[in-house]
């Protein structure tokens, strides 16, 4: 017995070893996002930490996450939440120390969680000693950013050097006297443009990239892709003829600040480097692309060393009134424009948009979820979607968001970001356990009384554990997107079927209507005769595990959504325990993986000569769909 044991230890080992140096381990991951400021709180302070999320890591077993992707906690003057940086290889003191940060790494790894961390090369803070240098022409310091000389007007007024403007709807340039020229900026103005037809700088931050990468990071996300560069000749762009406001940001095309071929260049650089890592740690590092851009261009990342950009259409495009035939165009516009090959994603939320709950209400949100886990490719989640928190209005002297500050109390909540930056929700504590602090640098939505991970944790039909089951339920299926059909056979109701490694088919369908309807499931080819009902996204009057007959209409509540598997998907586990009374080995193909979770409950439940089952056997994680049983 004892030998089963040392075995069934060595096995969870060398497993284990096996899983983290998978050269596919991303292209079916869930990546989860983590604001630190709003995670968890270890010191007090009421700012998340680095600490904070050490102490959470088990969380991202609980949620079967793969990876996180930290958003910036470099040393900043943090007018910008982090994203306006002054040491790209500093962590700030708000979060922790450089010492905290490798800890996280090692943490997370012993966990079997990749780590992620948000690159931000588009610019840098005002305040960073580059541009002190810059300014001063201290080489090599001297081109690290846009500068140029102002245009000199008939009655000898020096003017901007072009007609460019800034997302913040403001002339992107800014006068220096000290250095007698204007510098560049396409976000705020203590955001300044890096200049990379400068070799030393492109030089300067891949030396930044190999900072972390031998800290033992697993990839990066690279900010703010599109603005990299700008057309060397410095031509006023054409008006756009869309508004008559001349500063606003879409007064003009952007031929020339966005989307420059050599953006693509430079991306394929790092990918390079990230190739290096590869191949000398045996285990891919990944490169993730935020792109706010036309299909064409974003699909162009992939072609150039993206393990893949980020898929915004459940952003950009979902609201409350789409309807299932809008939401298969955003599925099919993405997968359709995808070079052959290439890995899908699907971002339910991120730190600049309201959440997905309050965007399209609790019950569409449970859809669009079930559709970001189960549609092939990579799900992407932030954090507080996974217990589907809601947007937090503020009041203008609560508002942190410097572009929301900039707009004044009367419009300020028409930009603001803050919504959705609020801290995490994990109890009904003080300050809903996210810091001991009453009161955090962000109030916490009022809700959080009912709204929290403890009280999700223990309700049965709670986003979370919807959440959970769709996680677990994901590690079912291959990477590739062969064999994915979708089919909408009403404005109301999207479709779609796949089948998972072991070759059995799963059918989604959703009801994206205001009333029920009824869905025959002959659209799809070589339906089985029979399906069982394995997951409704809301609780319903049709009963989970229901047998359903694919020669019938299946009844699609409103705002509901279905996961049906093959009947034969199913094991009898009282049967397999009642038929091996002996000491034998054998091996179950765990078709559905939560059945690992079933069983278990079945082994406590059930007595057999008045012994439980579970004291017949030894239980290894689940691996490769296979759980190894060993009976006493």
């Given at each position: 017995?004892?030998?089963?044991?040392?075995?069934?230890?060595?096995?969870?080992?060398?497993?284990?070893?096996?899983?983290?140096?998978?050269?596919?381990?991303?292209?079916?991951?869930?990546?989860?996002?983590?604001?630190?400021?709003?995670?968890?709180?270890?010191?007090?302070?009421?700012?998340?930490?680095?600490?904070?999320?050490?102490?959470?890591?088990?969380?991202?077993?609980?949620?079967?996450?793969?990876?996180?992707?930290?958003?910036?906690?470099?040393?900043?003057?943090?007018?910008?939440?982090?994203?306006?940086?002054?040491?790209?290889?500093?962590?700030?003191?708000?979060?922790?120390?450089?010492?905290?940060?490798?800890?996280?790494?090692?943490?997370?790894?012993?966990?079997?969680?990749?780590?992620?961390?948000?690159?931000?090369?588009?610019?840098?803070?005002?305040?960073?000693?580059?541009?002190?240098?810059?300014?001063?022409?201290?080489?090599?310091?001297?081109?690290?950013?846009?500068?140029?000389?102002?245009?000199?007007?008939?009655?000898?007024?020096?003017?901007?050097?072009?007609?460019?403007?800034?997302?913040?709807?403001?002339?992107?340039?800014?006068?220096?006297?000290?250095?007698?020229?204007?510098?560049?900026?396409?976000?705020?103005?203590?955001?300044?443009?890096?200049?990379?037809?400068?070799?030393?700088?492109?030089?300067?931050?891949?030396?930044?990239?190999?900072?972390?990468?031998?800290?033992?990071?697993?990839?990066?996300?690279?900010?703010?892709?599109?603005?990299?560069?700008?057309?060397?000749?410095?031509?006023?762009?054409?008006?756009?003829?869309?508004?008559?406001?001349?500063?606003?940001?879409?007064?003009?095309?952007?031929?020339?600040?966005?989307?420059?071929?050599?953006?693509?260049?430079?991306?394929?650089?790092?990918?390079?480097?990230?190739?290096?890592?590869?191949?000398?740690?045996?285990?891919?590092?990944?490169?993730?692309?935020?792109?706010?851009?036309?299909?064409?261009?974003?699909?162009?990342?992939?072609?150039?060393?993206?393990?893949?950009?980020?898929?915004?259409?459940?952003?950009?495009?979902?609201?409350?009134?789409?309807?299932?035939?809008?939401?298969a165009k955003y599925v099919e516009d993405w997968i359709s424009n995808m070079p052959d090959g290439s890995i899908a994603n699907w971002v339910s939320g991120n730190h600049d948009n309201r959440r997905l709950v309050s965007r399209i209400g609790e019950k569409r949100a449970r859809i669009i979820m079930t559709m970001v886990f189960l549609l092939p490719g990579v799900a992407v989640i932030y954090n507080g979607d996974e217990i589907g928190m809601e947007d937090t209005v503020l009041s203008w002297e609560d508002t942190k968001d410097t572009a929301a500050c900039k707009l004044g109390r009367d419009n300020y909540l028409s930009i603001s970001r803050d919504y959705a930056r609020t801290p995490f929700q994990w109890d009904n504590t003080t300050a809903a356990g996210f810091s001991s602090n009453p009161k955090p640098w962000l109030p916490v939505n009022s809700n959080y009384l009912t709204l929290n991970l403890a009280n999700e944790k223990v309700s049965k039909n709670s986003f979370y554990n919807m959440i959970v089951f769709l996680s677990k339920f994901k590690k079912n299926f291959p990477t590739e997107n062969k064999e994915f059909v979708m089919k909408v056979?009403?404005?109301?109701?999207?479709?779609?079927?796949?089948?998972?490694?072991?070759?059995?088919?799963?059918?989604?369908?959703?009801?994206?209507?205001?009333?029920?309807?009824?869905?025959?499931?002959?659209?799809?080819?070589?339906?089985?005769?029979?399906?069982?009902?394995?997951?409704?996204?809301?609780?319903?009057?049709?009963?989970?595990?229901?047998?359903?007959?694919?020669?019938?209409?299946?009844?699609?509540?409103?705002?509901?959504?279905?996961?049906?598997?093959?009947?034969?998907?199913?094991?009898?586990?009282?049967?397999?325990?009642?038929?091996?009374?002996?000491?034998?080995?054998?091996?179950?193909?765990?078709?559905?993986?939560?059945?690992?979770?079933?069983?278990?409950?079945?082994?406590?439940?059930?007595?057999?000569?008045?012994?439980?089952?579970?004291?017949?056997?030894?239980?290894?994680?689940?691996?490769?769909?296979?759980?190894?049983?060993?009976?006493?």
């Amino acid at each position: 017995m004892k030998g089963c044991l040392v075995f069934a230890a060595l096995l969870i080992a060398v497993n284990a070893k096996i899983i983290n140096c998978n050269q596919q381990w991303w292209k079916n991951m869930l990546l989860y996002q983590i604001y630190p400021r709003s995670f968890k709180d270890s010191n007090g302070d009421g700012i998340g930490d680095i600490k904070g999320i050490i102490s959470k890591l088990d969380h991202f077993q609980d949620l079967k996450v793969d990876a996180i992707w930290l958003s910036p906690f470099y040393l900043s003057p943090m007018l910008d939440m982090g994203y306006d940086i002054s040491n790209f290889t500093e962590v700030d003191p708000i979060f922790g120390t450089l010492e905290d940060f490798k800890n996280l790494v090692k943490s997370a790894h012993a966990k079997g969680i990749k780590l992620l961390v948000d690159f931000v090369p588009n610019h840098t803070s005002d305040k960073h000693k580059w541009f002190e240098m810059s300014i001063k022409k201290i080489d090599p310091y001297t081109n690290y950013y846009v500068w140029r000389k102002g245009r000199t007007l008939p009655n000898g007024t020096i003017t901007y050097p072009n007609n460019w403007m800034s997302i913040y709807d403001e002339p992107a340039w800014v006068w220096n006297e000290e250095r007698e020229e204007y510098y560049y900026h396409q976000f705020s103005s203590f955001q300044i443009e890096l200049n990379y037809y400068d070799p030393q700088l492109r030089e300067e931050m891949k030396n930044v990239m190999k900072f972390w990468l031998n800290l033992g990071v697993d990839g990066f996300r690279l900010d703010a892709a599109p603005y990299y560069y700008e057309n060397q000749k410095f031509l006023d762009e054409p008006l756009s003829g869309t508004t008559y406001n001349p500063y606003a940001y879409n007064s003009t095309k952007k031929i020339y600040t966005r989307d420059q071929p050599e953006t693509y260049d430079l991306v394929q650089s790092w990918r390079d480097l990230l190739d290096e890592y590869s191949t000398k740690e045996k285990c891919p590092k990944i490169l993730v692309i935020e792109a706010y851009a036309s299909v064409e261009y974003t699909m162009d990342y992939y072609k150039h060393g993206a393990n893949f950009p980020f898929n915004f259409n459940f952003i950009d495009k979902l609201n409350k009134d789409s309807t299932a035939s809008d939401v298969a165009k955003y599925v099919e516009d993405w997968i359709s424009n995808m070079p052959d090959g290439s890995i899908a994603n699907w971002v339910s939320g991120n730190h600049d948009n309201r959440r997905l709950v309050s965007r399209i209400g609790e019950k569409r949100a449970r859809i669009i979820m079930t559709m970001v886990f189960l549609l092939p490719g990579v799900a992407v989640i932030y954090n507080g979607d996974e217990i589907g928190m809601e947007d937090t209005v503020l009041s203008w002297e609560d508002t942190k968001d410097t572009a929301a500050c900039k707009l004044g109390r009367d419009n300020y909540l028409s930009i603001s970001r803050d919504y959705a930056r609020t801290p995490f929700q994990w109890d009904n504590t003080t300050a809903a356990g996210f810091s001991s602090n009453p009161k955090p640098w962000l109030p916490v939505n009022s809700n959080y009384l009912t709204l929290n991970l403890a009280n999700e944790k223990v309700s049965k039909n709670s986003f979370y554990n919807m959440i959970v089951f769709l996680s677990k339920f994901k590690k079912n299926f291959p990477t590739e997107n062969k064999e994915f059909v979708m089919k909408v056979p009403n404005n109301n109701v999207l479709a779609f079927s796949r089948r998972m490694k072991n070759g059995k088919p799963v059918y989604v369908v959703a009801n994206y209507g205001d009333r029920d309807e009824y869905v025959d499931m002959k659209i799809f080819n070589n339906v089985p005769k029979k399906l069982i009902l394995y997951f409704v996204t809301e609780s319903c009057d049709i009963p989970m595990r229901k047998i359903v007959k694919t020669a019938d209409n299946l009844k699609v509540p409103a705002q509901t959504g279905f996961v049906l598997t093959n009947q034969n998907n199913y094991i009898n586990f009282h049967n397999v325990a009642a038929r091996n009374k002996q000491p034998i080995s054998f091996s179950i193909s765990f078709l559905i993986i939560d059945q690992y979770e079933r069983f278990n409950k079945i082994l406590e439940s059930v007595n057999m000569s008045g012994r439980k089952y579970k004291d017949y056997y030894i239980w290894a994680d689940p691996v490769n769909e296979t759980d190894l049983v060993k009976l006493k």
